[in-house]
């Protein structure tokens, strides 16, 4: 599996950002899918995953919860993270990953493919 992941920029507090991975390869609609973060400095960290069963079943990291929505269209081999009411503590580099190990994986360990990241920058 291959992963891309896009949609990062530089937003200003408050804004809103939508991040894409779209993933190329084997059998998209059977691997949990995940996003984690890491920061300049900092340990790379779990964000929100959502199971492969398609039924939305989904995770969300504190910092996430209520701000940010992860979703997938297996359709479209992608899955998003909508971000709103960004912080500047949200700063960083944002990863998506496949499992294919777990209905919903929330750590690296637990992780089978990784794409390259995408920056995301909050202004304050």
């Known amino acids: 599996v291959q992963l891309q992941a896009s949609g990062g920029g530089l937003v200003q507090a408050g804004g809103s950002l939508r991040l894409s991975c779209t993933a190329s390869g084997r059998t998209f609609s059977s691997y949990a899918m995940t996003w984690f973060r890491q920061a300049p400095g900092k340990e790379r960290e779990f964000v929100a995953g959502?199971?492969?069963?398609?039924?939305?079943?989904?995770s969300y990291a504190h910092s996430a919860q209520g701000r940010f929505t992860i979703s997938r269209d297996n359709a479209k081999n992608t899955v998003y993270l909508q971000m709103n009411s960004l912080k500047p503590e949200d700063t960083a580099v944002y990863y998506c990953a496949a499992s294919s190990r777990y209905e919903i994986a929330i750590s690296t360990s637990g992780m089978d493919y990784w794409g390259k990241g995408t920056q995301v920058t909050v202004s304050s």
């Open positions: 959502i199971s492969w069963r398609g039924d939305g079943r989904s």
